[in-house]
Structures are given as C-alpha cells and as structure tokens.
C-alpha cells in the first residue's frame, strides 16, 4: 500500500525566515511526486512533479528536490501570501492505468510578517 | 492553464436527499476524472476513478450505490451523494488528467453539509 507522510503538520515562521517541508514516501513503483497548494475551502493548486531522484524543480521561492524515499519543498525567504498547506502526493505505476494520487495530510504552513 | 470546475461550492441539504457534484474540464478533454473526499485536517481520500463511457471504479470501502459517478462525455463527470446522511459531509474535490499528460488538475472542492 502507498504511503506518504509529511512533516511537519504545522510550521509558523517569520517572514523572510527560510525552511523546508518533509514528504517521506513508500511506494510500489514511483511514476511520479506532486506537490500542491491547497488554500482554506479550495481545491489543491499544482506547484511540482518530480520524477527520478536527484530531480529539482524551483518556481518563485519555493524548490523542490526528490530522493529515493523522500521529497522536500524548500521555502526561501517566505512571505505572508506563501501561507497555506502544502500537500504532497505519488502517483505509483500500475501497469497501465491512469492512476488517482495517495496524499499526505498536508502541512499548514503560517508565515507571520 | 487547464480550468476545472466544479460545481455547488458548498450545498446544504436535509438528511435522506440526494445531492449531485458537477465536475467539467474547460478547455481540455479529461478522459479520466477522479473524485477525492477530505475531511478537516486530514489528507485527501480518493473515492474513485471515473472514466469516460465506462462503469467508474471504486477504492476500497466506498459504497458505489451511494455515490454514483456519471462520466457521459469527455468534459462532465458528476457524483450523486444519494439519500445523505451527516457522516457524508465533508469536502468534495473532483480533478481531471489532461489526455497524454501526467499532470491532474483539481476543481475548488464542493463542501457539503447534510443536516
């Protein structure tokens, strides 16, 4: 069975206050890792996909990196618009089929200015 | 980008009705649709997968005859909570996969309230 688990649940930092959030993963065969953002009462907002290990991807402040086992979104000098929760996924392969995600709970992430 | 809407935002109906969720890809053809249920704080739980002209197929403990997804063309899908009851309320999500790209992209979610 897929698993992701993100760390932490809840993250508050100052504005300008660089961090990373966590996405340990296990997964049969990985055809893919998401990460979105999902603001209070909307739908989750696609940020990445990484594919292979060693993979980056950056956009504005945010970078993601991929490793065998886990991913992390990297948050350079946030400011109050980045707080939301951010979600992580993998999309495993299945031999075919068009494949819905298994998330994590998220992280909320509070940047205070 | 690719737009997926999804219709009510939020619905509130009384215990024993059915209640049916809009999900259309605008202006790309979703051959798959999948629906999601996310309760507060928790991660989204993928109900099933709809695919157009076909029966869709269920996860595991999802009750088909309760939610009955339609997926008639290859830009609607729909999910009909039949005779609700307040354990159904929650947030509803439908997303879409562009034909040919591994990218999903989400409706805004649909909260439901069954009193």
């Known amino acids: 069975e897929d698993q992701v688990t993100q760390s932490p649940e809840a993250l508050r930092l100052q504005e300008g206050e660089s961090s990373s959030l966590n996405c340990s993963y296990t997964?049969?065969?990985?055809?893919?890792l998401f990460w979105y953002r999902q603001d209070p009462g909307k739908g989750p907002e696609f940020l990445f996909t990484?594919?292979?290990a060693g993979e980056e991807k950056e956009k504005e402040r945010l970078k993601a990196t991929l490793t065998k086992k886990e991913s992390f979104l990297h948050i350079t000098a946030p400011k109050p618009e980045d707080s939301a929760t951010y979600l992580c996924?993998?999309?495993?392969?299945?031999?075919?089929?068009?494949?819905?995600?298994?998330f994590g709970k998220g992280t909320h992430l509070i940047i205070q200015p | 980008g690719a737009v997926v809407s999804q219709h009510p935002s939020w619905v509130i109906c009384k215990s024993g009705t059915s209640v049916k969720i809009e999900c259309r890809s605008l202006d790309f053809q979703a051959t798959t649709m999948f629906w999601y249920r996310q309760f507060p704080k928790q991660s989204l739980m993928l109900m099933a997968t709809s695919n157009e002209g076909s029966k869709a197929t269920y996860e595991q403990g999802v009750e088909k005859d309760k939610f009955l997804i339609n997926h008639a063309s290859l830009t609607l899908s729909t999910l009909t909570v039949t005779s609700a009851h307040p354990e159904d309320s929650s947030f509803y999500i439908c997303?879409?996969?562009?034909?040919?790209?591994?990218?999903?992209?989400f409706g805004s979610g649909t909260q439901l309230s069954v009193l």
């Open positions: 997303s879409a996969k562009d034909y040919g790209k591994e990218k999903l992209f």
């Open positions: 997964v049969s065969g990985l055809r893919g």
């Open positions: 996924a993998v999309q495993a392969y299945s031999g075919g089929g068009a494949d819905g995600l298994t």
């Open positions: 990484l594919y292979s």
